[in-house]
């Protein structure tokens, strides 16, 4: 178990970071190739075999690397390429509209972690439900389509919007308490690293994307979501 989280993160993404910054990927986020991940996930999430292929393959076709090796390998920041991978609402960054669209942003984070709940965990008050989660995405959206002029409402951020949200609740979900517990959450989302001084666990069973894809209707179900 690799429980020492070193170095900044280096995408737009607190999950892929988490795993760089644990040492499950390298931790410089170069030259990243789909077996590390593929293993990563597995080892420190749980995922399933495969469950990255489909957003690496994606990578790949939209010929946003920049490594020496492009159809192969990519770095984690060539994630940061604005509505290729990377959309507008990120719950963690800014849009690309106000300079950085790549490195945590405290101004964004902390009117989410107030929404989820972050600021205030006790024993009887330690878990992010789905419906507070759906709520706390949707007051995001909401929120930066307002203040963004050149908010890039796409296909693609429409698809996204809810099924990012999905996955960090799928990734420390507890299956026992049907939530994601708030350290856990927090530390992944406002730390870019994996909770094990909270202690986390990857849980016994293993987390597939058909489970992602559930709990991502159920997000939307929340808020009323429409394709």
């Not at 990377?86 to 963690?92: K, M, R, Y």
């Not at 890039?152 to 429409?158: D, F, G, I, P």
């Not at 597939?208 to 991502?216: P, R």
Request: charged share 25%; proline share 4%.
């Amino acid at each position: 178990m690799l429980t020492l989280c070193l170095a900044p993160g280096r995408s737009p993404c607190p999950g892929l970071n988490a795993l760089a910054n644990h040492g499950y990927l390298p931790r410089d986020g170069a030259n990243i190739d789909y077996d590390m991940i593929n293993h990563a996930a597995q080892a420190a999430y749980n995922f399933e075999d495969g469950f990255y292929i489909d957003a690496v393959n994606m990578v790949f076709q939209l010929n946003i690397s920049t490594t020496n090796k492009p159809s192969k390998t990519f770095h984690l920041r060539d994630l940061a390429r604005h509505d290729q991978i990377e959309v507008d609402g990120s719950l963690t960054r800014n849009d690309i509209f106000f300079g950085d669209d790549l490195h945590f942003d405290a101004t964004v984070f902390d009117p989410v972690a107030r929404d989820l709940g972050l600021n205030t965990i006790s024993r009887k008050d330690k878990y992010v439900t789905v419906e507070t989660a759906a709520k706390a995405t949707k007051h995001r959206l909401d929120l930066a389509k307002r203040v963004n002029p050149e908010f890039n409402a796409s296909v693609h951020q429409h698809q996204t919007e809810y099924g990012t949200t999905a996955l960090y609740l799928l990734t420390v979900w507890d299956e026992q308490q049907k939530a994601a517990p708030k350290h856990w959450v927090r530390a992944l989302l406002g730390e870019d690293r994996i909770a094990y001084r909270e202690g986390y666990n990857k849980g016994k069973s293993v987390k597939t994307n058909k489970q992602v894809s559930a709990m991502t209707q159920a997000v939307r179900a929340v808020v009323g979501w429409k394709p």
